[in-house]
């Protein structure tokens, strides 16, 4: 099975003691305890520590862990802060890719900048409802960017994940597909 570790920061990772400057793509056993230990190389982020037992799902406040399929295992971490204590939340990073952007959209209700994404062709076939309906039952995105196709999961709040994928034309989004 193979381990994808996300951050929404920059950083490097020890997994069970060896030291990895990139872990996107790590093979593990589907039944195997996993440490990971992420270093943060930004000086206000405190390094910490997450225990895998296997392929099961974790949720808590700095990862989640998530199995996309019986091949993946998605772990997105966030950042630790050395002030425990605060009123503002951390700022999540601007989305880069356009499939991400759409959801980041939606997702904060925005859905005339999620619509502009969409090629005229595609905007023909939905209306805005529609395409606010399609993410509406999904948590969160994650893209398979170790894989090309542009395929992402659609995550939902009870951890299942469904594969699709979407194509572009002229920089804008032309098809939203669920992979079988």
Not at 7 to 13: L, N, P, Q, R
Request: proline letters at 3%.
């Amino acid at each position: 099975m193979e381990l994808h570790i996300k951050s929404e920061f920059d950083c490097v990772y020890t997994v069970n003691g060896e030291f990895y400057e990139r872990a996107d793509s790590l093979t593990m056993s589907e039944f195997e305890v996993v440490y990971i230990t992420v270093f943060p190389l930004k000086h206000t982020l405190l390094p910490y520590t997450i225990k895998l037992n296997g392929a099961e799902n974790i949720r808590n406040e700095l990862a989640c862990g998530i199995r996309l399929s019986p091949e993946h295992y998605l772990l997105s971490l966030a950042p630790r802060y050395i002030i425990v204590y605060g009123t503002a939340s951390a700022s999540q990073p601007p989305a880069k890719t356009h499939i991400a952007r759409l959801f980041s959209f939606i997702k904060n209700g925005d859905i005339a900048a999620a619509y502009s994404m969409l090629t005229d062709e595609l905007r023909a076939n939905i209306d805005k409802a529609t395409l606010s309906s399609f993410f509406s039952g999904y948590e969160r995105l994650a893209e398979c960017d170790w894989e090309s196709g542009n395929k992402f999961y659609l995550i939902d709040k009870s951890g299942v994940a469904k594969l699709h994928t979407y194509t572009l034309k002229n920089e804008f989004i032309d098809d939203i597909a669920e992979c079988d």
